[in-house]
Nanobody, 126 residues
Framework: QVQLAESGGGLVQAGGSLRLSCAAS????????MAWFRQAPGKERGFVAA????????YYADSVKGRFTISRDNAKNTVYLQMNSLKPEDTAVYYC???????????????????WGQGTQVTVSS
């Protein structure tokens, strides 16, 4: 079992930045592939970014490429999402997810991840 806890959400103006953190506890964090998803009101949960267990490979949704950066610190059992140039359409609840077996080259669906955090709200005002 892996327990995940997100933090760092909040209210920011368009063009601003936020850094989300996801702290993991429980089983060994190093071997898990990690991802961020988001869900806006009335919409399905969608893929944002993912990072492999070593941090050597990253994947992004087209809508956030060039603005968001995912990273991880295995010594701290934490994965991050640096969000720059935020837009009102980035407003959503952001969730951290983990899975040991997901293929990140194709793994962009929520059902592919076994472990989830409780989410953190990000609101971008225009």
């Amino acid at each position: 079992q892996v327990q995940l806890a997100e933090s760092g959400g909040g209210l920011v103006q368009a063009g601003g930045s936020l850094r989300l953190s996801c702290a993991a506890s429980g089983r060994t964090f190093n071997g898990y592939e990690m991802a961020w998803f988001r869900q806006a009101p009335g919409k399905e949960r969608g893929f944002v970014a993912a990072i492999n267990w070593s941090g050597g490979s990253t994947y992004y949704a087209d809508s956030v490429k060039g603005r968001f950066t995912i990273s991880r610190d295995n010594a701290k059992n934490t994965v991050y999402l640096q969000m720059n140039s935020l837009k009102p359409e980035d407003t959503a609840v952001y969730y951290c997810a983990a899975d040991f077996y997901v293929d990140l080259s194709t793994g962009s669906e929520p059902w592919e991840y076994d472990y989830w955090g409780q989410g953190t709200q990000v609101t971008v005002s225009s």
